[in-house]
């Protein structure tokens, strides 16, 4: 049963005074005073002590009941101590927690601490490890928990990120800004922000700044006093295919096996600079952004101007003449502008040049071709206008596409142009001190072009094949000479009609063609409508040729002759299947009063034999009309190959020769009577037996 009591109940020690106070009234126990430390211990039902308020310390105790505090709240510093048993007596520490200095102590030397941190759904949001020094924190990403930020203390790595949640790391300024963001989702690193600009600083290990980018400025520095600077940028294969060299103060793009190119692009992204170490090629400008290439010299004038918006080159200036020098992945020159000696290299042995300037349009207004020995000058819609001028300043070179008129050389200083090809030939040349224009070198024909407003080839010099090409499909071509009184044009050539028209109504047309010793070979007098061929001491000769180049016609003017040089003398007939019949058929007047194939012995209608069999032709055919595909040349006196049978019997050199049954073929005429009225000829040569193609001499009786 218990007992209860209103009030207080006090506990005296031996001296009377009061060490323990049960105050009913303001629900409290206090233990010690007077003179006494006091001390409140709770045990268990074995009586050994679980628990106990130190008064001498002023601390609560948790023991494990074998006198070994494991548990310490309080005492003189205010702290919070936490022991575990590890055996063999051994208690150490594995929490603390100092009031003073607000430090919070996790793990002992004999075991790792670990603070855990839980979500309301009893995951491990934060992990930090005593015994990896690992820290993890997590979320749900997509339903899947992941590490978004791990440190990992073994080998001292951040990694903040996972996937599908990007990492980053800000770092902000007094005013909250973010001045220094690491962004894994774009793969960025950005310095500086708006009134607080960015700096990226390598020191060397003598604390230089060996690498400095400067926010405020806009600029990138590299090396320093005694020590140059080098930037590279390497291919796949670790080859250097950027390289800007500091010490030499060069640039170079590529590398052998891999081209370099230079681009550079305008507020719009468009690519308004282009160096190609592929095709040796330089593009300045794009569609809607005209290009500028400026090089100054020491004096900081500008020797070397590419201007794109009106089509123009200005290399040199007064007393600096310009160079230009392009290399390829190989290091070859491939293009060179020389203002001292005015004279353009483009190209080099085993790399072929090209040089082109768009104007604002993308088009290309100028454009040197090395591997077909090609200048192109000017495009659709816009002329083109080259200039060189030399240390004097004098324009020495000047192509202007709106006159359509080149000028090389100036008073005191004559031009030269060279384009050179893939194997460092002189192609092109235009030599202002001699007045000469050579195009095209051994191996390497010569071309010369010339294009109109739409871009088309319409003048043509060809120097591989020797010929002049005016015009092209779509615009007919026209040549035209004129006289200086009325301006007529004495000498035209008509593209659109295939036509050559020498002469006018007032001034009479001639084609005079010259020996070597200045005679008039050949006249042709428009105002006698006369040919002659021919003069004293130079005889005549009109000569013509068939497909094969074999002579046909030979008019003879030294000994007065007109040859025919084909074998009989024919005349086109119209003849009845006419696909069917092949030179060579004897041939008859059938009963519609044409031709066809013969089928009779002794026929008297025998007309002739159709002529061009074997390797006889005619000399000349008569009655030739305009449409001939049903007509053929039938041989009515001289030379024909004709089919023959010696079915009749052998026939021999001189035996006259009839039709037979064997159709188109004639026989020997062995019946002299039948015969009368249907030889065609005589035999010319022998054929013993058999079918053949003899000739025979056409002599119808």
């Known amino acids: 049963m218990s007992e209860t009591i209103d009030g207080t109940i006090e506990v005296q020690n031996g001296g009377a005074a009061t060490t323990v106070l049960i105050d009913g009234n303001n629900g409290q126990v206090v233990a010690g005073g007077n003179g006494s430390v006091g001390s409140v211990a709770v045990t268990d039902d074995a009586g050994q002590e679980k628990a106990r308020i130190a008064g001498s310390v002023g601390a609560f105790f948790v023991s494990n009941g074998s006198g070994q505090d494991l548990i310490e709240i309080g005492g003189t510093s205010g702290g919070i101590v936490v022991r575990s048993a590890l055996g063999n007596g051994v208690f150490p520490q594995v929490l603390t927690f100092t009031q003073g200095d607000a430090s919070l102590i996790i793990g002992a030397t004999d075991g790792g601490g670990t603070i855990v941190v839980r979500s309301g759904n009893g995951d491990d949001t934060i992990t930090l490890s005593g015994v990896t020094g690992n820290v993890n924190v997590r979320v749900a990403v997509s339903g899947t928990l992941r590490d978004v930020l791990a440190f990992d203390g073994g080998t001292s790595t951040l990694v903040l990120g996972a996937q599908g949640r990007a990492g980053a790391v800000h770092i902000v300024d007094e005013t909250g800004a973010d001045v220094a963001l690491i962004d894994g989702a774009r793969a960025g690193l950005s310095l500086g922000a708006s ?22 400025n806009g600029v990138v520095d590299i090396g320093t006093t005694d020590t140059e600077g080098d930037l590279f940028v390497r291919d796949a294969a670790g080859l250097a295919v950027f390289h800007v060299d500091g010490q030499d103060a060069l640039v170079n793009i590529g590398v052998s ?7 550079v692009r305008d507020v719009e992204g468009r690519v308004v600079f282009h160096a190609d170490g592929e095709h040796a090629a330089v ?9 500028d290439l400026t090089v100054r010299d020491a004096a900081g004038n500008a020797a070397f101007h590419v201007d794109g ?26 293009f060179h502008v020389d203002g001292e000696h005015a004279a353009v290299n483009v190209g080099a042995s085993g790399n072929q040049g090209h040089f082109t300037v768009r104007d604002a349009d993308g088009h290309e207004a100028f454009h040197v071709d090395g591997h077909n020995a090609v200048v192109t000058i000017g495009t659709t819609g816009r002329e083109g206008d080259l200039t060189l001028r030399d240390s004097e300043n004098r324009a020495v070179f000047r192509v202007d596409g709106e006159s359509a008129s080149l000028t090389i050389g100036v008073d005191g200083n004559e031009g030269d142009l060279t384009v050179h090809d893939a194997n460092g030939e002189t192609v092109f040349h235009v030599d202002g001190e001699t007045a000469v224009v050579n195009i095209g070198a051994a191996g390497n024909a010569g071309d010369l072009q010339v294009r109109d407003d739409s871009g088309n080839r319409t003048f043509h010099v060809n120097g591989k094949d020797a010929v002049v ?41 001639k084609l005079i063609v010259r020996d070597s010793s200045e005679r008039d070979a050949v006249l042709i007098d428009g105002d006698f409508a006369k040919v002659d061929v021919g003069t004293s001491g130079v005889g005549g000769d009109v000569r013509v040729f068939d497909f094969d180049g074999n002579l046909r016609i030979h008019l003879d003017g030294d000994n007065g002759d007109v040859k025919l040089l084909g074998a009989d003398c024919a005349e086109d007939f119209t003849v009845a299947a006419a696909e069917c019949i092949e030179p060579g058929t004897v041939l008859v007047i059938d009963d519609a009063g044409v031709l066809a194939e013969s089928r009779a012995p002794y026929d008297r209608r025998v007309a002739g034999v159709v002529s061009g069999a074997g390797n006889c032709r005619p000399g000349i055919v008569l009655d030739r009309q305009s449409d001939p595909v049903d007509r053929r040349p039938v041989a009515l006196v001289g030379k024909v190959f004709c089919k023959v049978v010696a079915d009749g019997g052998a026939i021999a050199v001189g035996d006259l020769l009839t039709t037979s049954d064997t159709p188109g073929h004639a026989m020997k005429a062995a019946d002299p009577a039948r015969a009368f009225g249907a030889v065609i000829g005589k035999a010319l040569a022998p054929l013993p037996h058999g079918r053949g193609l003899l000739p025979i001499l056409v002599s119808l009786q």
């Not at 593009?283 to 290009?291: F, M, R, V």
């Open 469 to 509: 090409n005016i015009g092209e499909k779509g615009r007919t071509a026209s040549l035209a000479v004129r006289n200086v009184l009325k301006g007529d044009a004495v000498f035209h050539v008509d593209g659109k009609n295939a036509e050559v028209i020498i002469g006018t109504s007032d001034v009479r047309g």
């Open 283 to 291: 593009n300045i400008g794009a569609s809607g952004n005209e290009g």
């Open 257 to 263: 096996g891999n081209e370099g190119d230079l681009t």
């Open 195 to 216: 009134g607080n600009e960015g700096h990226l600083v390598v020191n060397d290990a003598n604390g230089a700044t060996m690498f400095r980018v400067d926010g405020e």
């Open 309 to 334: 918006e009106h089509a123009v080159v200005t290399i040199g200036v007064a007393g600096t003449e310009g160079d230009l020098t392009i290399r390829d992945g190989e290091g070859r020159t491939i």
